[in-house]
């Protein structure tokens, strides 16, 4: 199976500023790769598909670039609500894979 | 809107079953992939199962295999996930998903814990 590896582990951003996340794949997932936010207690909310597309409804303070095994989503200027945890998912081979997820609290 | 409303979690011990199912409605349920995604408590996420429009093909996480079964009734817009065997490490919060490959609609979750 195809290993998702996210990092940093936590990132620490202040309200206001801009926060960076990655992920790397194992091995190539050309653009088949979604973000995901989950803040506590709910269930994921899709944020970022193939690579780079917005879903539905997702600030334009939200963006993902990269290809093949490298991938980054970024927040421009964090808000409150931006404070939680973020997935990577690969979806080009079975079983879809998923990183550990990074934590973005507050500074 | 799309909602997903998952139900059957609970308390079951080692070895023994549990039946989950999940209601569908705002979407066209016979024209879309649904699946199984879960999180033990305080990890990351997990697909487990997935199966197509018809139910003529089903995948599962190795996991999972050959104790889990994913099944659906399109007459009914429902999702189902037989759980046999289960283990201490199947606890977790199960989600039913809308499977677009990437999951862009998801249930709130029913907690599953296996324990004696």
């Known amino acids: 199976e195809i290993v998702m590896t996210q990092s940093p582990a936590t990132l620490s951003v202040s309200p206001g500023e801009r926060a960076t996340l990655s992920c790397r794949a194992s091995?190539?997932?050309?653009?088949?790769l979604a973000w995901y936010r989950q803040k506590p207690g709910q269930a994921p909310r899709l944020f970022i598909y193939s690579a780079s597309t917005r879903a539905t409804g997702i600030p334009a303070r939200f963006s993902g670039g990269g290809s093949g095994t490298e991938f980054t989503l970024t927040i421009s200027s964090l808000q409150s609500e931006d404070f939680a945890v973020y997935y990577c998912?690969?979806?080009?081979?079975?079983?879809?894979?998923f990183g550990q997820g990074t934590k973005v609290e507050v500074k | 809107d799309v909602q997903l409303v998952e139900s059957g979690g609970g308390l079951v011990q080692p070895g023994g079953s549990l039946r989950l199912s999940c209601a569908a409605s705002g979407l066209t349920f016979s024209s879309t992939w649904m699946s199984w995604v879960r999180q033990a408590p305080g990890k990351g996420l997990e697909w487990v199962a997935n199966i197509r429009q018809d139910g003529s093909d089903k995948y599962y996480v190795d996991s999972v295999r050959g104790r889990f079964t994913i099944s659906r009734d399109n007459a009914k817009n429902a999702l189902y996930l037989q759980m046999d065997s289960l283990r201490v490490e199947d606890t977790a919060v199960y989600y039913c998903?809308?499977?677009?490959?990437?999951?862009?609609?998801w249930g709130q979750g029913t907690l599953v814990t296996v324990s004696s």
């Open positions: 091995q190539s997932v050309g653009s088949n």
């Open positions: 998912q690969q979806y080009n081979k079975w079983p879809q894979t």
């Open positions: 998903a809308r499977d677009n490959s990437y999951v862009d609609h």
